[in-house]
Nanobody
Framework: QVQLEESGGALVQPGGSLRLSCAASESIFRVYAMGWYRQAPGKQRELVAL???????NYADSAKGRFTISRDNAKNTVFLQMNSLKPEDTAVYYC?????????WGQGTQVTVSS
């Protein structure tokens, strides 16, 4: 089973930036679209950003203009660059294949935006 490992989360002040990484144990990124999700305390997991096999991207309204998803197929890694962070961005961030092809969820990486 392919394993996903997220990293890069941290405590950051409002207005700050972070770059999250998602590494897969196998070469799956050429086959699947990939998404970044987040789950805040007491809330459902939500899709934040999506990148297709061809590199097309889509973002949740809350992420548009601030977040950028990218991928490096050769390194089996997907990235999420997050700028102008807000307290409401505080959540555990996960990556996964969207939809019915979703893999087992990784541990996620905690992002906390607070002064």
């Amino acid at each position: 089973q392919v394993q996903l490992e997220e990293s890069g989360g941290a405590l950051v002040q409002p207005g700050g930036s972070l770059r999250l990484s998602c590494a897969a144990s196998e070469s799956i990124f050429r086959v699947y679209a990939m998404g970044w999700y987040r789950q805040a305390p007491g809330k459902q997991r939500e899709l934040v950003a999506l990148i297709s096999r061809g590199g097309s991207t889509n973002y949740a309204d809350s992420a548009k203009g601030r977040f950028t998803i990218s991928r490096d197929n050769a390194k089996n890694t997907v990235f999420l660059q997050m700028n102008s962070l807000k307290p409401e961005d505080t959540a555990v961030y996960y990556c996964n294949v969207p939809g019915s092809s979703a893999l087992d969820w990784g541990q996620g990486t905690q992002v906390t935006v607070s002064s």
